[in-house]
């Protein structure tokens, strides 16, 4: 008993000294607007549907009764950004249909969250280095809070990032949140037909890399020449490099 004891005697010395802490560096108004703010927040999460292959299914099976997302206030599955808060990505995202995840991404209201959820959504999975048509990691395009792999992950997975989600929301600050805006931007704006090239890009390359939305800070590359914004579609861009070598032999004869 006395183990037991002394167990919760250093745990309630742990919850003093985290609020005793949050209360010194915020005030005590400021502290509890975060804890009431972000305890409102991180139990009504609003999923957003966007599930594009079998990851979707377990998506799905995740709000059925065996596993009652509900426990946690998200069984509230929009469909529509702008009632959304969290963007679950379940399943492969093909470079056409990025723009279009990056737009509904920018409808969504701040604060935002995003869960890749299978290992296509998180690096490509088996299609990373077998088709040119799939991004290699929606964090390419969009910034990612929580990452679950597998393929396809379970739906306890799928819950077990659900409750990181919601303590990571926990410890965020209303004060932060202007930063926070800034962090979660999209970080590549695509038009219709656009994709992103290293310079001096050959045919083949283009062939494996040449629709590869690279998610880095993507306007400083563009000043250092280090990328070049290319408007076209893969499979025209290949054909017509055979075209070019057809023409090329008919002018040599070769």
């Not at 607007?33 to 999923?47: E, H």
């Not at 299978?118 to 969009?142: F, K, N, P, Q, W």
């Not at 926990?170 to 590549?188: F, G, M, N, T, Y």
Request: hydrophobic letters at 35%; charged letters at 25%; aromatic letters at 6%.
């Amino acid at each position: 008993m006395s183990n037991v004891a002394e167990a919760d005697q250093t745990q309630e010395n742990k919850i003093f000294t985290t609020l005793q802490n949050l209360l010194e560096s915020n005030g005590i108004i400021c502290s509890s607007v975060d804890l009431l703010y972000n305890w409102a927040r991180s139990n009504s999460i609003w999923p957003m549907t966007f599930a594009t292959s079998c990851c979707g299914i377990e998506m799905m099976s995740t709000s059925a009764s065996n596993f009652d997302i509900s426990r946690f206030g998200s069984e509230v599955f929009r469909a529509t950004p702008r009632q959304s808060d969290l963007v679950i990505t379940a399943g492969t995202i093909t470079h056409k249909m990025a723009p279009a995840l990056v737009r509904l991404y920018e409808q969504m209201p701040e604060p935002k969250y995003v869960i890749a959820m299978g290992a296509c959504t998180v690096t490509g999975g088996m299609y990373e280095d077998r088709t040119y048509s799939v991004v290699r990691g929606v964090d390419r395009l969009i910034p990612v809070d929580v990452y679950v792999p597998g393929c396809p992950p379970r739906p306890e997975a799928l819950l077990d990032a659900l409750m990181l989600l919601q303590k990571k929301m926990r410890k965020e600050s209303i004060k932060d949140r202007r930063q926070r805006a800034e962090l979660h931007k999209p970080k590549v704006r695509l038009g219709p037909g656009e994709v992103l090239l290293p310079l001096g890009t050959t045919d083949e390359e283009f062939v494996r890399w040449g629709v590869q939305a690279e998610g880095y800070n993507v306007t400083e590359m563009q000043k250092n020449g280090e990328l070049e914004l290319v408007r076209g579609n893969c499979k025209f861009r290949h054909e017509r490099a055979d075209e070019r070598e057809r023409a090329r032999k008919q002018r040599t004869g070769a």
